[in-house]
C-alpha cells in the first residue's frame, strides 16, 4: 500500500435494490486504512457519477457505455410482477407475459427493465419512480414488473409478487472508468469477484506473481548444470564366470 493509498478514500456508488454489504465487509477486513465512502444513486444517474469522478466505480444495472466505462457482470437478477396478495394472479406460482395483455402494467420513469414492446395495457401516466409505481399498485390500481430486488426493496405487507419467467432480465455489473483503473480499483474487483487476499490482482498481487520467479531463478543458479562424464563399462557376472572357464587349461586323463 503506497502513502497516496493510505491517506486516500475509495468511494463506491451503488443503485437501488443492490446491496453491497458483504464487499463492504471485507474491503474493511482487508484495506482498514483506506475509508470506503458510499454513494446511493438513482439508476439513470450511475454512470454520471463514474464519468464525472464523483465515484471510483459503481455497482449498476447494464448496459453502460463501454465506450468509456468498464464492466463486469455479476448476477442476473428474476423479473416479477408486483400486484395486491388477492389479485387472481396469485394463483399461479410463475407468469408469461401474455397473462399480463389485460392488465395495466405502470413503467416509472427510472424503469429498470429494457423492453422491446412492452406488456399489457398502459397506465393514463408514466410514474417518477418505481416507489410511485408501487403506490398505485397498492392503491389496486395496475402491476408493476420490476428486478426482485427492488420489489424487495419496496415490501408491503398488501403486496406481494410472482416470477414472469419469460420477460427480460435486468444484470448487475461492477462498472468504472476505464482510464481510471487504480490499484484501489483491482482490489475492489478482486473483492467481488471473490478472490483471496493472495490471489488479489492490485500492486501486492503484482509482487506475488514475481516471487515464483524469483524462487525458480535462484535454484536454477544454485544448480549449475554437470558435465557428462565417461559411462563405465559395465560389468556381467555371467561374462566373468565365462572368461574363467575359458582362461582354465583342459585336465588331460
Known amino acids: 500500500m503506497t502513502e497516496n493509498q493510505a491517506t486516500s478514500s475509495f468511494r463506491l456508488a451503488y443503485v437501488p435494490g443492490v446491496t453491497p454489504s458483504k464487499w463492504i465487509r471485507i474491503w474493511e477486513q482487508r484495506l482498514p486504512e483506506v475509508p470506503l465512502t458510499l454513494l446511493p444513486v438513482a439508476a439513470a444517474g450511475a454512470e454520471q457519477v463514474l464519468t464525472a469522478g464523483t465515484a471510483d466505480v459503481a455497482l449498476l444495472r447494464l448496459p453502460v457505455d463501454r465506450t468509456v466505462l468498464s464492466a463486469i457482470p455479476l448476477y442476473t437478477e428474476t423479473t416479477v410482477v408486483v ?8 394463483e399461479d406460482e410463475e407468469l408469461l407475459v401474455e ?21 399489457g395495457q398502459p397506465g393514463f401516466e408514466r ?109 556381467s557376472s555371467r561374462g566373468g564366470a565365462a572368461a ?3 582362461g582354465k587349461p583342459r585336465r588331460r586323463g
Open 127 to 235: 410514474p417518477v419512480t418505481t416507489g410511485d409505481a408501487i403506490e398505485l399498485v397498492a392503491a389496486r390500481v395496475g402491476l408493476l414488473v420490476v428486478p426482485q430486488s427492488l420489489a424487495r426493496l419496496h415490501h408491503r405487507r398488501d403486496l406481494t409478487y410472482r416470477p414472469l419467467v419469460d420477460a427480460p432480465q435486468s444484470q448487475v455489473a461492477l462498472s468504472w472508468p476505464e482510464q481510471r483503473t487504480t490499484d484501489l480499483v483491482e482490489e475492489f474487483i478482486g473483492i467481488v469477484r471473490g478472490r483471496t487476499v493472495n490471489s488479489s490482482r492490485g500492486r501486492t498481487a503484482a509482487a506475488a506473481e514475481a516471487k515464483p520467479q524469483v524462487r525458480k531463478d535462484r535454484k536454477t543458479a544454485a544448480a549449475p548444470a554437470r558435465k557428462p562424464g565417461p559411462k563405465p563399462a559395465a560389468r
Open 99 to 119: 397473462q399480463l395483455a389485460d392488465e395495466v402494467i405502470w413503467h416509472p420513469q427510472d424503469e429498470t427493465i429494457h423492453w422491446e414492446t412492452r406488456p
Open 244 to 246: 574363467a572357464k575359458r
Open 83 to 90: 400486484m395486491p396478495k388477492d389479485h387472481e394472479l396469485t
